[in-house]
């Protein structure tokens, strides 16, 4: 079974200030919800076969593998995650608005370890948790993309 969780928010800039905002990853740390520090990258981030490697804090995801398997210059990117409990694809994708940039965050996921209690198990335990792990994520990063703004103006 695969479940997916997904969030949107319009933030402050253009696609061009959120993408590079995004795929800045000395900045990760600061939006992206449980991660502590990025441990490895390998290939061309973040363009395809490239993959990011990050470490969360004690009571997280653990480590966490993203490869980039799709990438489009102020469009989007689609990543397969995998850490110790699920594997999945994550998309991200940038839209131009009256207002901003829209943000969607999405991720489709599998629990890795599966028992006839899986599907209620994911229903009330873990589905909620990642789309407000997401919506955090996304929180955050508006909040980032507006210091970029604030700091390349300023």
Known sequence: MVATVSVKQIVDGSVHEAES???DLARRPD???ELARVVAVEGDWPKPGSTVTWQSGPAGRGQVRERVVAYQPL?????EVE???ITGT???SFEPT???AQVMLSLSYRIKRRSPLTPLVDALFVRRPMAISLAKTLSRFGVAVAES???SVG
Not at 75 to 79: E, I, R, S, V
């Open 98 to 100: 009256e207002r901003g």
């Open 31 to 33: 939006w992206v919800d």
């Open 21 to 23: 905002c995004w795929y």
């Open 75 to 79: 469009a989007g990117q689609t990543l």
């Open 83 to 85: 850490d110790d409990s």
């Open 149 to 151: 703004r604030q700091t």
């Open 90 to 92: 994550q998309q991200v």
